[in-house]
């Protein structure tokens, strides 16, 4: 998705208050992503966790 919206992890990282290296470590799996950053993401991305998730294939993001 980062890729597809033209971002860099640098872009992610700065919105999610963190040095490139961690998020980067997210990102390929190395690390396991905290649920802050789930939802942070699914913010920064106007999806739904769920989505981000691979839990459906539907993007939008629930009604507030």
Same mark, same amino acid.
């Given at each position: !998705? +980062?890729?597809?919206?033209?971002?860099?992890?640098?872009?992610?990282? @700065?919105?999610?208050? !963190?040095? +490139?290296?961690? &998020?980067? +470590? &997210?990102? /390929?799996?190395?690390?396991? !992503? =905290?649920?802050?950053?789930?939802?942070?993401?699914?913010?920064? &991305?106007?999806? /739904?966790?769920?989505?981000?998730?691979?839990? @459906?294939?539907? =993007?939008? =993001? =629930?009604?507030?």
């Amino acid at each position: !998705m +980062r890729k597809d919206r033209n971002k860099t992890q640098q872009d992610v990282a @700065t919105f999610l208050n !963190m040095h +490139r290296g961690v &998020y980067c +470590r &997210y990102e /390929s799996g190395e690390r396991e !992503m =905290p649920v802050w950053v789930v939802n942070q993401l699914a913010d920064y &991305y106007h999806v /739904s966790t769920d989505y981000l998730l691979g839990r @459906t294939d539907d =993007p939008t =993001p =629930p009604k507030r």
